[in-house]
């Protein structure tokens, strides 16, 4: 049984930037690609990024592109999301997830793990 821990988050003010970090466990992580979603309050769970095996494909929300970069280090068995320049509509609850897939999709009910989440505040 996979889990995921992710970290990072906080209380930041506009234009900062944060980086969150996601563990995973009790999963042959370099053969899963991985995702991070947010959810905020009132909102539905929307894609963020994902990213496929070894970090060759990777696909940004529109979003939150050329702001934000997912990167993975398989050794660390951990995923990260870079936030730069962020905004105050980027607050919600970011979540880590996994999906054993040839290739990383977008959709979050194809995710198979998921963390518990980490809560990103950005003040204006």
């Known amino acids: 049984q996979g889990h995921l821990i992710e970290s990072g988050g906080g209380l930041v003010q506009a234009g900062a930037s944060l980086r969150l970090s996601c563990a995973a466990s009790g999963l042959t992580f370099r053969s899963y690609c991985m995702g991070w979603f947010r959810q905020a309050p009132g909102k539905e769970r929307e894609f963020v990024a994902t990213?496929?095996?070894?970090?060759?494909?990777?696909h940004y929300a529109d979003s939150v592109k050329g702001r934000f970069t997912i990167s993975r280090d398989d050794a660390k068995i951990t995923v990260y999301l870079q936030m730069n320049s962020l905004k105050p509509e980027d607050t919600a609850v970011y979540y880590c997830a996994a999906q054993i897939r040839v290739a990383p999709t977008t959709t979050a009910y194809e995710y198979d793990y998921w963390g518990q989440g980490t809560q990103v505040t950005v003040s204006s």
């Open positions: 990213i496929g095996w070894r970090g060759a494909t990777t």
